[in-house]
């Protein structure tokens, strides 16, 4: 009788139902434990980075609403445009169709976004001529289209390598916006504007 006091005495006041739930607290702790050791980790194959080395820049006036196209033929006379956004490590990551694709859904509102702008980008070194080329593909003003390209290296810094302006005239005119070369180094030389027709329409 002395002993059950005691032990009464040091447990206190607790009751079965109290030891209970403290009991499964405990073994839904040790259970989540071990299934958190045992998980998987996810798997990151088939993950590709969009990692550029070049970015090739259009612009034509905000809110204007043609459609200006940029081409670019690669070193080994892939052509980059529209219907063939990329071949080799050459992409077309914007298509901009004037006002055709300004309007973008966000929090249930249409948002015009007045940008024109495509972004061609190379994502890898690979040696020789580049060619490219600025195309009135669509008009809606049937006025002249002031246009800008630009040429980025992007690593290991950024670094502008060529910035240049055109007009096109009217719908159809395809003009050589730039000609370059990379060498085996990663360096943009032998700019010029020589003409040359890659168009394919």
């Known amino acids: 009788m002395a002993f059950n006091n005691a032990w009464k ?4 006041n607790t009751d079965p139902f109290t030891d209970l ?3 499964a607290l405990l073994g839904f702790t040790y ?4 299934a958190v050791m045992f998980m998987n980790p996810v798997a990151e194959t088939g993950i590709i980075e969009a990692k550029a080395e070049y970015i090739i820049a259009l612009n034509w006036p905000d809110n204007d609403p043609n459609d200006i196209d940029i081409w670019v033929e ?7 445009w529209f219907k063939n956004r990329e071949a080799g490590l050459v992409h077309l990551d914007r298509d ?3 006002n055709i694709n300004d309007l973008i859904k966000f929090n249930e509102q249409q948002v015009s976004n007045p940008l024109n702008q495509e972004l061609v980008t190379i994502r890898g070194i690979v040696p020789g001529e580049y060619v490219v080329n600025i195309h009135y593909y669509e008009t ?4 002249p289209v002031d246009v800008s390209v630009k040429i980025s290296r992007v690593n290991p810094t950024l670094e502008v390598a060529y910035y240049g302006k055109m007009t096109l005239e009217k719908k159809g005119v395809e003009k050589t916006a730039v000609r370059f070369y990379i060498s085996k180094q990663g360096n943009i030389e032998r700019i010029n504007k020589i ?3 890659i168009l394919l329409l």
């Open 31 to 34: 259970l989540f434990l071990i």
């Open 21 to 23: 739930l403290f009991n």
């Open 9 to 12: 005495k040091k447990r206190g």
């Open 96 to 98: 901009d169709r004037g």
């Open 74 to 80: 690669d070193p080994v006379g892939n052509i980059i």
């Open 195 to 197: 003409e040359k027709s």
């Open 140 to 143: 809606v003003t049937n006025t």
